[in-house]
């Protein structure tokens, strides 16, 4: 006997339906406009500069659930690899073949890991929140570390001194906030 997977609804289906392929478009968009702002408040580091995207990325999966925060992030590439500028250094197809492609290409598996978490329902309670956030948080660092590591032809430890230990408190802060903002939000819905 199989059992049961339930699911929670994402923090937007509670404020609006998402029943038609017109409003899941719509808020993946919204999504993707709010990555592309994200990516140009940032700190210009090389060979990986400073953004908020994977906060923002962190919050789109909550927001949206799994699949269209992943579609979401999908669009958001697709919008910078034929040109637009949405992302934090290159725009067009050459984004793609920078030192920072492992970290773009992390925010599908992140995007997909909040929203998995957030239609669990670990989003509404802090512990939960925290260490799922944080999980879906590192997989971008994963992702990035790798491709430091074969784009430069260095070490794995090497790439993960220059891709990754200069973004750790950051990084922290990131996700913390990320699950305090979700546990506020559901907590002030829960007060409504």
């Not at 290159?90 to 909040?114: D, E, H, M, Q, R």
């Not at 992702?143 to 430890?157: D, E, H, K, N, R």
């Amino acid at each position: 006997m199989q059992q049961a997977t339930s699911y929670y609804p994402t923090f937007i289906t509670t404020l609006i339906s998402l029943s038609s392929w017109q409003q899941k478009l719509l808020a993946t968009s919204i999504a993707t406009l709010v990555l592309a702002i994200a990516a140009n408040i940032s700190i210009p580091t090389y060979p990986v500069p400073f953004t908020l995207q994977s906060l923002v990325v962190l919050l789109v999966g909550a927001f949206l659930g799994r699949k269209l925060a992943m579609i979401a992030v999908l669009q958001y590439l697709f919008l910078g690899a034929i040109g637009f500028p949405v992302f934090a250094s290159k725009a067009g197809i050459t984004a793609l073949l920078s030192p920072t492609v492992g970290y773009l290409l992390g925010y599908i598996a992140s995007a997909y890991i909040a929203g998995f978490a957030a239609e669990k329902g670990y989003d509404r309670q802090f512990i939960k929140g925290l260490i799922a956030f944080a999980l879906a948080h590192q997989v971008i660092f994963v992702f990035g570390v790798i491709y430091l590591a074969i784009y430069f032809q260095i070490s794995f430890i090497d790439a993960f001194k220059i891709g990754y230990l200069p973004f750790i408190g950051f990084d922290l802060l990131k996700f913390s906030l990320a699950t305090m903002i979700m546990f506020m939000l559901w907590g002030y819905r829960a007060n409504k």
